[in-house]
Each structure stands twice: as structure tokens, then as C-alpha cells.
């Protein structure tokens, strides 16, 4: 752009909602060279070389999903993230704990550096990662501090965090031990560590004594016994005072996380999470979690604000991990921008238990830029053959949005 009056992109008359800049209202988003140049009201469309129209429309900065393993063709779990991205309006995806000490490498070179949506990791304190769906904490050879320190230190562009799943699924004998093996190594490289909790044992009250400010506890709604709600239904007063020294509490709806009733009942006691975020994987993909629109969308079906909404999954999640060039529309940012409508229906939401919530909106991406170009819609690849639903969700799954991918077949008939 020789002339610094000229935008490449402007996205014109949409409503802006911009928690992290403060843009609210009906405002024009123009890009240059990739990054966003201002966003004002009533910018001349003469001065844009494309400009979208965006009336009645909602603008943001794209989605940052906290919550993903989008490590494909590596690991159970692992999605495609490029086509996704492109009909949901995340533009950033952190991959938690996918990889650990021995895959990463594979993470870096065949997703992060050939996808066009930004991926960052977090690097599971497991050196095996998520290669399989369960006990990468159980044998305690693979938790193996000095080798997550040296990938860490050579990968600091892209490993921004540590991660450890705690739940009886996946430590085995090795117990809360792992936690205390993952602390190390989060300490040794001074870097965020994410929790996943879900059903114990270990106890939520082990968990609970090693948090520390600056964690993320993901599946903070869980309906499984390592929740966090006392036996009074009120937050555990240890995780409140840990919040307001900035422990992060992260959504990470996935497969098995997600409960309404567990989300009623914070809200009504005026516990508002930090971060919305999927834990999108090869079987949440498939419902009911879908995606992140879905997901935000059953937020709002609880009461909560778009507003409120959009914050905690663009500026929250960039500051819970540091990304502090992300989740805003501020001048100069990346030009990463979702566009989306609400779509008023009756719609009934299912959470991990396949209990229903009615809502009468839909959140729905109508366009998303990275680096202000558009990313192209594509075919989901097929599911892997694994990736079978259990019978209670498969059975009463209603998808709300277009799958536009195959689910698998059962590999039962195979094995007879
Ligand atoms: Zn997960």
C-alpha cells in the first residue's frame, strides 16, 4: 500500500462488540497490509480496495478457542482446524496438551506452520501427549520435566502454557503426583498451567490445595465429581480468593465437561467464568458441543450477554495465556475478524448429559479473516473410524448447524 490513506478491507455498517479495544456500536473496520488500521463510523468506502458490507450484521475480533486439540492424523482427539476455523470465526486455536516432549515437533511442523489459523500449545507434561484417549499420566517414565523444559525453551514462539488432565481416566496409580510433576515444569519455564478436572479420583479438594494464581482450571462446569461447587452449591471460597489473584476458569465444553445445571447454578450464585472456550475434538466435533458459535450460544440461552459472551472468548483467553497482540480490534493488531448474525429460532441445547436448555438465538459466522483475508470454506475430511459417539449422545443428537463432515461408522461389526 503505497498510499496511506488506502485500505485493502473494509468491513462496513456491521455492529462492532470489541470488549478488549471498547469499540461498541455500529462501526467500520479497515484493514491495511494485514493489520487493522482504524475502526471508526461512516469511513468513505471509495478509500477500500474490497469493501463488505456488514449491515446488520455482529463484527469482532476472531474467536480465540482456549480449549482444542487440533492435532490431526496424530492423536486420538486431534481435528483439522483451517476448515473449522473458516465457518466459526476462530482465528486463534490453543492445543492443549496434545502433544508433550515427543510428538511436538510433529505438532509445529504439520500443523502449526502449515495451517493458516494461528496455533499455539500448550505442552502436555506427558511426553506421549494425547496419542491415545486415556493414561498418558499413568506411567510416570513419560513425566519427564527436563525434556518438556528443553522443547519449551527451543519452541517459545508457539508452547505458551503447560498442561496436565486430572482425573481418574487418565493417572492411574500415579494420582495427584502428576500435578505436582506438572507445577515443576510450569514453574521451571514460568508459564501458565491449565487443569483439567473431571471425574476423580484424585479429589477435587487435592486439586484444589496446589492451584496457584495464573493457572486455568478447565472444565470449569463439569457435572463430574471433581467439580467446583462445595456441598452448599457455592463456589469453594479457596478457587474465589484464587480468582481474584487471576486463576483463570476456562469452560472447555468437549464431550464429557459441559453441565447446565452446573452452569445455572454458578450464575444464579454469580459465578461467571473467565474463558468460553469448545475442547473441540474428533467426537465433541460431532455434537453436542458442535463448535465455538454453538457453544457461545448456549451461554446466551443461560443468561448470559453476547457482550459478555465475546469477551471471554477474544480478550480473555488472549490475556489468560499472555497473547497480548491478539483478541482485539485495537489499530496496528493482526487483522483477524469474525462476522456472524444471531439467527432467532427456538432451539433446544444439550449439554454433555444430553440435558436440554430451550434458547431462542443462534449464533451463526458468516465470514472470518486472518491476517485480513477471508479463509475459504472447505469440506471437513472424514472423521476417523475411532471417533464413534456414545449411544446416549449419538441417539439424541439434533445438530443445529450444518455438518458438513461424516461421521464415523462403529467398528463394532468389524470385531465379530
Ligand atoms: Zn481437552
Redesign the pocket.
Known sequence: MANAEQFDLLIKGGQVIDPGAGYSGQLDVAVADGKVATVEAGIDAGRAGKVVDATGKIVTPGLIDL???VYWGSTF?GIYPDPVAARTGVTTWLD??SSGGYNFPGLRKFIVEESKSRVYALLNISSIG?TGPSWELANPDYLDVALGQTIIEANRDVIVGVKA?IDTNTTRNVGIKALDIARELAEAVDLPLMI?IGAGPPTIDEVIERLRPGDII??CFTGQSMNLLDPNGQLYPRVAELRAQGLVLDI?H?AG?FSFDTARTMLANGVMPDVIST?I?QLAIQGPCFDMPTTISKFLAIGMSLEDAIERSTIKPAQAIHLDHLGSLKPGSPADIAMFHLEDGDYTFQDIFMNEQRGSQLLVNDATWIDGEALERVPYPDLQPWAVLNENQRSKMIPLVEVPFKPAAPLLDNRK
Open positions: 480449549h482444542t486439540h482427539w492443549v496438551g494425547l488432565r483439567h478447565t472444565h472447555g468437549g465437561s475442547d475434538h
